[in-house]
């Protein structure tokens, strides 16, 4: 019954840690590299925002409280987040951006999925195999971002990750 509240209380969690997560990573390129560019900030929010979607989704609800749920924290969240990154950024056309989301959350699990060999056949537990590997994902992928294999990157962004969790879980 109060599923989509819940949902919306979950939505303001996930978008104050994914911006507050976003903005340190971004404050740590611009100290150290300098050159970040608005489609920087975006694709970075996007990976720590899939993270904490994959933190959040619950494993034990009924399918109707499971849509309400988590359709209200996609919903808020993205409106917050969309909120965010037009202060932030100074873009005001994002919903190019945020209608990708579906597909990109897709692929960013299929991704783990394939790098991480996991097993067809883990049954129910497949899904807590990807939310574990997720973190280690995003590191792939700004790292990949940036190409950077610099040492305090990698040590922000698993800082990030882990303040995502600890907010979320």
Known sequence: MFEGMK???????????????TMETINHLVL??????????????SR???YA????????MSESKFIKYTGAIDMQAKDLLNE??????????????FDSFDMEFK???TSINDNYDIPEDAGSQK??????????QVLTDILTQFDSENND???????????IRQELV
């Open 7 to 21: 949902g919306v209380a979950k939505g303001q969690k996930v978008a104050k840690i994914v911006s507050s997560s």
């Open 127 to 136: 899904f807590d195999i990807i939310k574990s590997y997720a973190a280690e």
């Open 53 to 60: 979607k994959l933190l959040v989704i619950p494993t034990n």
């Open 153 to 163: 990157l990698k040590i922000k962004i698993g800082e990030c990750c882990e303040a």
């Open 107 to 109: 692929n960013f699990t």
């Open 48 to 50: 720590y925002f899939f």
């Open 32 to 45: 150290n590299d300098g050159d970040i560019k608005t489609n920087d900030t975006l694709f970075i929010c």
């Open 84 to 97: 965010w990154l037009q202060k932030t950024t100074g873009v005001f056309s994002l919903n190019d951006y």
